[in-house]
């Protein structure tokens, strides 16, 4: 069953959102050579607990990893897809990629959104893996208009993604979003015609991310069972934003 919400809990959600937009404003502006993934971690942790938030992440159990994950934010540099773990370790240099996912719940109320940010100059190919990758997000979020189908939003990524020569990750989706992290319908970046396709009503909110490699569209699991890589060792980019269908269109709440 998808959950709508009334107009006074989207704006629950909108405050939500809007904090995790703050978060990752700040951490695109700490992102620089010399900087850990830990460091991003530490600013994060301080401004949900700053604003009086919980962290969505932090502590959220996943039957396949075996166990709650243990950080407020999600680091995935480079060939790391998605759920990379912050370390001291991983210092972050110039031509690299980080996407920085986060979600906060605020009286009960989820925001979860996502960037991949280029460290120093990156190369002209992976400047394209990022422009496309966001473009695919933004055709998405025109399409949750009441009337649509969940299909027009998964398939306006598919193409766009793949009519530019990179590729959609298969294993990991996108999710309804509200008084849990994760709630219907998953939201796959591609059509599979063997899934339900709803209809988009007022008041549906969805966390739509797409992950996209710029080489084969595998990926496996490190044996930290948290950390998801391409195949290949190609670079992935992955954006994510939480977009409410109301009467006046799209509205997304994690973006200002
Ligand atoms: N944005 C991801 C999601 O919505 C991140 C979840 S990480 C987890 O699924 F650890 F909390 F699972
Ligand atoms: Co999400």
Same mark, same amino acid.
């Given at each position: 069953?998808?959950?709508?919400?009334?107009?006074?809990?989207?704006?629950?959600?909108?405050?939500?959102?809007?904090? /995790? +937009?703050?978060?990752?404003? +700040?951490?695109? !502006?700490?992102?620089?050579?010399?900087?850990?993934?830990?460091?991003?971690?530490?600013?994060?942790?301080?401004?949900?607990?700053?604003?009086?938030?919980?962290?969505?992440? #932090?502590?959220?159990?996943?039957?396949?990893?075996?166990?709650?994950?243990?950080?407020?934010?999600?680091?995935?540099?480079?060939?790391? @897809? /998605?759920?990379?773990?912050?370390?001291?370790?991983? @210092?972050?240099?110039?031509?690299?990629? @980080?996407?920085?996912?986060?979600?906060? *719940?605020?009286?009960?109320?989820?925001?979860? %959104?996502?960037?991949?940010?280029?460290?120093?100059?990156? %190369?002209?190919?992976?400047?394209?893996?990022?422009?496309?990758?966001?473009? *695919?997000?933004?055709?998405?979020?025109?399409?949750?208009?009441?009337?649509?189908?969940?299909?027009?939003?998964?398939? /306006?990524?598919?193409?766009?993604?793949?009519?530019?020569?990179? %590729?959609?990750?298969?294993?990991?989706?996108?999710?309804?979003?509200?008084? *849990?992290? +994760?709630?219907?319908?998953? @939201?796959?970046?591609?059509?599979?015609?063997?899934?339900?396709?709803?209809?988009?009503? !007022?008041?549906?909110?969805?966390?739509?991310?797409?992950?996209?490699?710029?080489?084969?569209?595998?990926?496996?699991?490190?044996?930290?069972? =948290?950390?998801?890589?391409? #195949?290949?060792? %190609?670079?992935?980019?992955?954006?994510?934003?939480?977009?409410?269908?109301?009467?006046?269109?799209? =509205?997304?709440?994690?973006?200002?």
């Amino acid at each position: 069953m998808i959950i709508r919400k009334s107009p006074a809990e989207l704006e629950k959600m909108r405050r939500a959102g809007l904090l /995790v +937009h703050e978060i990752l404003k +700040h951490l695109q !502006e700490m992102v620089s050579e010399g900087v850990t993934t830990l460091d991003l971690e530490t600013a994060a942790e301080k401004m949900i607990r700053d604003a009086g938030a919980k962290p969505a992440f #932090k502590g959220y159990f996943v039957p396949a990893a075996g166990g709650k994950y243990p950080f407020v934010l999600c680091t995935s540099v480079n060939h790391e @897809v /998605v759920h990379g773990m912050p370390s001291a370790k991983r @210092v972050l240099k110039a031509g690299d990629i @980080v996407s920085v996912d986060t979600g906060v *719940s605020l009286e009960g109320y989820f925001g979860d %959104s996502a960037v991949t940010i280029p460290v120093g100059e990156v %190369s002209e190919q992976v400047r394209r893996l990022l422009r496309v990758t966001s473009e *695919s997000l933004d055709l998405a979020i025109d399409q949750m208009r009441a009337g649509n189908r969940l299909f027009d939003v998964c398939g /306006v990524v598919e193409r766009h993604v793949t009519s530019n020569g990179f %590729s959609i990750v298969r294993e990991y989706v996108g999710h309804g979003i509200g008084t *849990s992290l +994760h709630e219907e319908p998953q @939201v796959p970046n591609y059509v599979d015609r063997r899934n339900e396709n709803p209809r988009l009503k !007022e008041g549906m909110v969805l966390a739509i991310e797409p992950m996209v490699n710029a080489g084969r569209p595998e990926t496996k699991v490190m044996p930290d069972r =948290w950390t998801a890589v391409t #195949k290949d060792g %190609s670079y992935a980019a992955h954006f994510e934003h939480c977009v409410a269908v109301t009467a006046n269109g799209p =509205w997304v709440l994690t973006r200002p």
